[in-house]
């Protein structure tokens, strides 16, 4: 069975400093790993797709790597609009129908 | 360019009624998924519509029925809401297979 636990559930920042989200996954063959961004109130917003293991991506401070048994997206030196919930899915091969199985995701809170 | 729109924003039903959440898309996808999203649980598939007239479960059936109308839209439907369909209800169209899913904004449905 596919399935993601992301870790921590919660993390508390302050401003500039850096840290990790992690993400482990079990999937029948990778077809691509997702990251996400939600804010309260809203739908999730697309980040980065990952296709296969030491594949890596950036976008301004975010920076999302990929291994056979897990995701990390990084923060670099974060601001308080970084503050957000970060879900991860997978999508495999056979599983699960091939659907993006998500998981619980993890709460980002930056203060100034 | 308004990708994914969902009907109602926000509902409240009695115990027992029925009611409709609409979603449309203008982005020419073929696939259109419908998620819920309860606090501790992460999204989770109800349905899914890999192309116009085909559509299947997911994780989260029991309770609904979808319709897929044609390309651009993708009902779910609720016969007898009753208060466990309480949750915020996400209409999703990827690209692709492994491609980026866009989400709606969400609809937001109490059943009391």
């Known amino acids: 069975e596919d399935q993601v636990t992301q870790s921590p559930e919660a993390l508390r920042l302050q401003e500039g400093e850096s840290s990790s989200l992690n993400c482990s996954y079990t999937?029948?063959?990778?077809?691509?790993l997702f990251w996400y961004r939600q804010d309260p109130g809203k739908g999730p917003e697309f980040l980065f797709t990952l296709y296969s293991a030491g594949e890596e991506k950036e976008k301004e401070r975010l920076k999302a790597t990929l291994t056979k048994k897990e995701s990390f997206l990084h923060i670099t030196a974060p601001k308080p609009e970084d503050s957000a919930t970060y879900l991860c899915a997978v999508q495999g091969y056979g599983g699960s129908q091939g659907n993006l199985i998500f998981g619980k995701g993890t709460k980002l809170s930056v203060k100034p | 360019n308004a990708g994914v729109t969902q009907t109602p924003k926000f509902q409240v039903l009695k115990t027992g009624q029925s009611m409709t959440l609409q979603c449309a898309q203008d982005?020419?996808?073929?696939?259109m998924y419908w998620y819920r999203q309860d606090p501790g649980m992460g999204l989770r598939l109800i349905y899914y519509?890999?192309?116009?007239?085909?559509?299947d479960k997911g994780e989260v059936p029991n309770g609904y029925n979808v319709s897929r109308l044609n390309k651009r839209e993708f009902s779910l439907r609720l016969e007898s809401a009753a208060p466990s369909q309480t949750s915020v209800y996400f209409c999703?169209?990827?690209?692709?297979?492994?491609?980026?899913?866009?989400f709606g904004q969400g609809t937001r449905l109490t059943v009391v």
């Open positions: 999937v029948s063959g990778l077809r691509g």
């Open positions: 999703a169209s990827p690209q692709g297979r492994a491609t980026e899913a866009f």
């Open positions: 519509s890999a192309s116009e007239g085909t559509t």
């Open positions: 982005m020419n996808h073929n696939s």
